[in-house]
């Protein structure tokens, strides 16, 4: 078990930042593939950002480069996502998902692939 839990989100104007936390724990949480995922009212579940779990490989949907960014502190157990010049199409629920499988270059975007998920943190922003 990987027990995930979110934090950070709030209601800011377009072009502002936030910066989400995702903090993790029970079995060898510094051994989960940590993503991202975002869902809008009304809308699926969508990937955003993941990244190695070495810390050193970051993967990001197309929406967000250059504005998201993505880091993890395994010894602290905790995932981040900086998001820079936010848009109000960025408006949704924020959720980390955790696996323990082994990476999987064709599945990481996928919900279904991922075991574990928070509670989900809401991110939303004006124009």
């Known amino acids: 078990q990987v027990q995930l839990v979110e934090s950070g989100g709030g209601s800011v104007q377009a072009g502002d930042s936030l910066r989400l936390s995702c903090a993790t724990s029970g079995r060898s949480p510094s051994r989960a593939f940590l993503s991202w995922f975002r869902q809008a009212p009304g809308k699926e579940r969508t990937f955003v950002a993941t990244?190695?779990?070495?810390?050193?490989?970051?993967y990001f949907t197309d929406s967000v480069k250059g504005r998201f960014t993505i880091s993890r502190d395994n010894a602290k157990n905790i995932m981040y996502l900086q998001m820079d010049n936010l848009k109000p199409e960025d408006t949704a629920l924020y959720s980390c998902?955790?696996?323990?499988?082994?990476?999987?270059?064709?599945?990481?975007?996928?919900?279904?692939?991922?075991?574990?998920w928070g509670q989900g943190t809401q991110v939303t922003v004006s124009s």
């Open positions: 998902a955790a696996t323990l499988a082994p990476f999987d270059l064709g599945k990481y975007e996928e919900a279904s692939w991922y075991d574990y």
């Open positions: 990244i190695s779990r070495s810390g050193h490989i970051p």
